[in-house]
Nanobody, 119 residues
Framework: QLQACGGGWVQTGGSLRLSCVVS????????MAWFRQAPGKERDFLAA????????YYEDSMKGRFTISRDNAKNTVYLQMNSLKPEDTAVYYC??????????????WGKGTQVTVSS
């Protein structure tokens, strides 16, 4: 089970840190990723991290503003989001994949947390 939290409302230019706690499995077996889905749009890949915390991967447009990290001792993956813009408004999802990190082919999904950015 994946439970994302940390969403909310933030002003343009602000920051949020999303967390996703994984339960019911061996967290270190999973590569983890974050996606988002804005109203009326498809779900988009944002970032991924391998099981050992040694490799991170980003959608090009997210580089420099978003940072993915994980704490295997806490079964938690994070997404630090800085310099937020209104177009970042979306439901954010965490996802887990057994084996190698990838931007698709996720095995498990969390329920999502809403992020709203406005001036």
């Amino acid at each position: 089970q994946l439970q994302a939290c940390g969403g909310g409302w933030v002003q343009t230019g602000g920051s949020l840190r999303l967390s996703c706690v994984v339960s019911g499995g061996t967290f270190s077996s999973f590569a983890m990723a974050w996606f988002r889905q804005a109203p009326g749009k498809e779900r988009d890949f944002l970032a991924a991290i391998n099981w050992s915390n040694s490799g991170t991967y980003y959608e090009d447009s997210m580089k420099g503003r978003f940072t993915i990290s994980r704490d295997n001792a806490k079964n938690t993956v994070y997404l630090q989001m800085n310099s937020l813009k209104p177009e970042d408004t979306a439901v954010y999802y965490c996802a887990a994949k057994l084996g190698a990190v990838a931007r698709d082919g996720m095995d498990y999904w969390g329920k999502g947390t809403q992020v709203t950015v406005s001036s």
